[in-house]
């Protein structure tokens, strides 16, 4: 008797619900008496019955008929439901189903809306920190000017917050810890397309490579002269 009621159970079926409703239900205003609606209307779409009656609606539920009513026409003002028309040409009938599409339209633009200030905080985390990293670098406070520059490679020459920082590892491995500097690094990392602090890693070895062949010493040398710093690269002389 347990088993064929079981498998009673299981070929009515199971309906799947998005976890972001369950997540997101009261950011888009609904309390849980209205979730609850929205997930039988649901659960009726999904078992074949798209226009359920707020009678039928009501029988599952612990509130009146005229309550989902209200609801239903609460939820279509919201813009959460709609109501297609639709006509069967063969049979010549017109006949009406809820939609839900406005529901996951308006979650998605809040998803959307969430993660676009989640990626804006980031962004202005990540400024204050290249602002943070340059003072410490500098020793420092810097001046508004110098503050202006960092503002005009980030928002104007739209250089990421990891490149400038790379950029400014550049300038103190150079010897060379000035603004003056540094904006010629990222003059020349753009002309060159770089766009990640990998790239620069990668691109500023080469050049610091080159260097290492050209200034080798010379067989003749004398021995005292056998041990040599690694070479910088000075972006200054980059044509």
């Known amino acids: 008797m347990e088993k064929a009621l079981f498998l009673k159970w299981l070929s009515e079926g199971t309906v799947s619900i998005p976890h972001v409703l369950f997540k997101q239900y009261r950011a888009i205003g609904l309390q849980d008496e209205e979730c609850m609606l929205i997930l ?3 659960t009726f779409i999904e078992s074949g019955n798209p226009f359920p009656t707020p009678e039928e609606l009501s029988g599952r539920m612990s ?3 005229a309550r989902c009513m209200a609801l239903l026409r609460s939820f279509i003002q919201q813009g959460l439901l709609e109501i297609d ?3 069967d040409g063969e049979k010549g009938m017109y006949y009406e189903a809820y939609s839900l599409n406005p529901l996951w339209e308006k979650l998605l633009s809040l998803l959307s809306n969430q993660e676009a200030e989640q ?3 980031e962004k202005e985390n990540d400024e204050e920190n290249v602002y943070s990293i340059f003072e410490r670098e500098f020793g420092r406070p810097l001046s508004p000017m110098e503050c202006e520059t960092l503002k005009i490679w980030i928002d104007q020459d739209r250089h990421s917050p990891a490149l400038i920082i790379s950029a400014l590892k550049e300038a103190v491995i150079s010897g060379k810890l000035n603004f003056r ?3 010629r690094i990222l003059f020349e ?4 397309n770089i766009q990640t602090p990998e790239q620069a890693r990668t691109y500023g070895e080469k ?7 050209g200034t080798a010493r010379a067989p003749e040398q004398s021995e005292s002269h056998n041990q040599f710093s690694v070479p910088v ?3 200054l002389e980059q044509s």
């Not at 990392?189 to 060159?192: A, P, Q, R, T």
Request: net charge positive; hydrophobic share 30%.
């Open 85 to 87: 028309h639709f006509e």
């Open 119 to 121: 990626d804006q905080q």
């Open 181 to 183: 500097y540094i904006d």
């Open 63 to 65: 509130i009146s008929a």
């Open 207 to 213: 050049f610091r490579a080159r260097q290492t062949r």
């Open 40 to 42: 039988h209307v649901h």
């Open 189 to 192: 990392w753009k002309k060159n």
């Open 233 to 235: 690269y000075n972006w």
